[in-house]
């Protein structure tokens, strides 16, 4: 029995030891890691709502000296009762409980850094946005026109092939815009990315095809023209040895631009009326930011191709006749590659580009009744 007891005092002064041992390695290495970490400052911010009273923020400012210290909260911390009541009808629709100095109801495309001062991000804002729907086989193409814009253009890409981090083969890319969905046109992304609040920074945006050869286009020329002659909707002038194009929309050799043209007898009811005059073709149009801000509103969500917009575009300015033109010294030539086209799915026997075609025309048919009626409907309304 005495072997016993020994040998159980034994055990209990051995499990005491090694409690010691560990309790004094535990507070050593806490030690080592304590002074390893900078400081953090642990701040409780109150968030008034109707089911949690306050909860625990932990709040990192680092310093430079890569330390963290704690940011001033005091101004968050007003009770209800301290936050004035507020309805300002003439804010934004959703905004009208906020001060107007806080609202903010317009964006651009400006790249911004990570880090600095924000007031110091920005070393140059550009004036204008260009944005071609592009495939990445027409890579060239679209290389050798971005290079006809200078850093005053905001360069904004529309994917249609889902093909987007190899353009970075381009130096330009690299600082571009890039929208990726897949099987989609220019004006479905318009509808959806390039709302007027969105593009408000811009004075003209251009909103063009992939197939456009650029050899006798200057971006800065074609835009001072288009100041000097007080067009408001506009599009170069197109070769008129390529492609099926409108009598319009065709350069001229003898002018810089041109408002008004002839055509076959019994088009044009009326010489100041498309497609004669106030008319430009929707593959590269230019629009100025006001013109931009009525245009976007006219076009359907689901009417994706755009086609019969180009008539209509003259209930965007007035008088329309004059401010709409073709620049003819800084000309474009259509290269019809109907590359978009085959994006769209073979069925009943067509081939896809036939389907895509025929939604087209549809389409033509469909926006002429939407706005006959739109028509029809407001003037019975005020009567």
């Given at each position: 029995?005495?072997?016993?007891?020994?040998?159980?005092?034994?055990?209990k002064?051995?499990?005491?030891?090694?409690?010691?041992i560990?309790?004094?390695?535990?507070?050593?290495?806490?030690?080592?890691?304590?002074v390893s970490?900078?400081?953090?400052?642990?701040?409780?911010?109150?968030?008034?709502?109707?089911?949690?009273?306050?909860?625990?923020?932990?709040?990192?400012d680092?310093?430079?000296?890569g330390?963290?210290?704690?940011?001033?909260?005091?101004?968050?911390?007003?009770?209800?009762?301290?936050?004035?009541?507020?309805?300002?009808?003439?804010?934004?629709?959703?905004?009208?409980?906020?001060?107007?100095?806080?609202?903010?109801?317009?964006?651009?495309?400006?790249?911004?850094?990570?880090w600095?001062?924000?007031?110091?991000?920005?070393?140059?804002?550009p004036?204008?946005?260009?944005?071609?729907?592009?495939?990445?086989?027409?890579?060239?193409?679209?290389?050798t026109?971005?290079?006809?814009?200078s850093?005053?253009?905001t360069?904004l890409l529309?994917?249609?092939?889902?093909?987007?981090s190899?353009?970075?083969?381009?130096?330009?890319?690299?600082?571009?815009?890039?929208?990726?969905?897949?099987?989609?046109?220019?004006?479905?992304?318009?509808?959806?990315?390039?709302?007027?609040?969105?593009?408000a920074?811009?004075?003209?945006?251009?909103i063009?095809?992939e197939?456009?050869?650029?050899?006798?286009?200057?971006?800065?020329?074609?835009?001072?023209?288009?100041?000097?002659?007080?067009?408001?909707?506009?599009q170069?002038?197109?070769?008129?040895?390529?492609?099926?194009?409108?009598?319009?929309?065709?350069?001229?050799?003898?002018s810089?631009?041109?408002?008004?043209?002839t055509?076959?007898?019994g088009w044009?009811?009326?010489?100041?009326?498309?497609?004669?005059?106030?008319?430009?073709?929707?593959?590269?149009?230019?629009?100025?930011?006001?013109?931009?801000?009525?245009?976007?509103?006219m076009?359907?969500?689901?009417?994706?191709?755009?086609?019969?917009?180009?008539?209509?575009?003259?209930?965007?300015?007035?008088?329309a006749?004059?401010?709409?033109?073709?620049?003819?010294?800084?000309?474009?030539?259509?290269?019809?590659?109907?590359?978009?086209?085959?994006?769209?799915?073979?069925?009943?026997g067509?081939a896809?580009?036939?389907?895509?075609?025929?939604?087209?025309?549809s389409?033509?048919?469909?926006?002429?009744?939407?706005?006959?009626?739109?028509?029809?409907?407001?003037?019975?309304?005020m009567s």
């Amino acid at each position: 029995m005495g072997t016993i007891h020994r040998s159980g005092v034994l055990k209990k002064s051995n499990d005491s030891a090694r409690l010691i041992i560990a309790t004094v390695m535990g507070v050593v290495f806490g030690f080592f890691v304590g002074v390893s970490f900078p400081s953090i400052s642990v701040s409780k911010l109150n968030l008034h709502s109707g089911f949690l009273s306050s909860i625990d923020v932990a709040v990192l400012d680092e310093n430079r000296s890569g330390r963290f210290s704690r940011p001033d909260l005091s101004k968050n911390n007003a009770s209800d009762s301290d936050i004035p009541k507020i309805y300002v009808p003439t804010n934004p629709r959703g905004a009208e409980s906020l001060p107007p100095g806080i609202v903010v109801p317009e964006t651009d495309f400006y790249l911004r850094r990570l880090w600095g001062d924000p007031n110091e991000d920005l070393k140059t804002k550009p004036k204008y946005l260009v944005t071609f729907t592009v495939g990445f086989d027409q890579r060239n193409n679209i290389d050798t026109a971005v290079k006809k814009f200078s850093e005053d253009f905001t360069i904004l890409l529309f994917h249609y092939d889902g093909r987007t981090s190899e353009w970075d083969q381009f130096e330009w890319s690299k600082r571009a815009i890039h929208v990726s969905v897949r099987k989609q046109t220019k004006w479905w992304y318009a509808k959806r990315f390039l709302h007027p609040d969105v593009v408000a920074a811009y004075d003209y945006i251009f909103i063009w095809d992939e197939d456009l050869g650029v050899e006798h286009f200057n971006a800065e020329k074609f835009l001072e023209l288009v100041k000097k002659h007080g067009l408001e909707i506009s599009q170069p002038g197109l070769e008129p040895n390529n492609g099926l194009t409108w009598q319009m929309t065709k350069r001229r050799g003898d002018s810089e631009v041109h408002k008004e043209t002839t055509e076959k007898p019994g088009w044009c009811s009326d010489p100041h009326l498309p497609p004669c005059a106030a008319f430009v073709e929707i593959m590269a149009p230019v629009f100025s930011r006001k013109a931009w801000r009525c245009v976007w509103h006219m076009i359907q969500n689901d009417l994706v191709h755009g086609w019969g917009l180009d008539f209509a575009l003259r209930r965007c300015v007035e008088p329309a006749h004059e401010k709409i033109g073709v620049v003819d010294s800084q000309w474009i030539v259509h290269q019809v590659i109907p590359s978009l086209g085959n994006q769209g799915e073979p069925q009943k026997g067509k081939a896809a580009w036939e389907g895509v075609r025929e939604r087209c025309r549809s389409e033509w048919a469909e926006f002429q009744n939407r706005l006959a009626n739109a028509d029809k409907a407001y003037l019975s309304q005020m009567s």
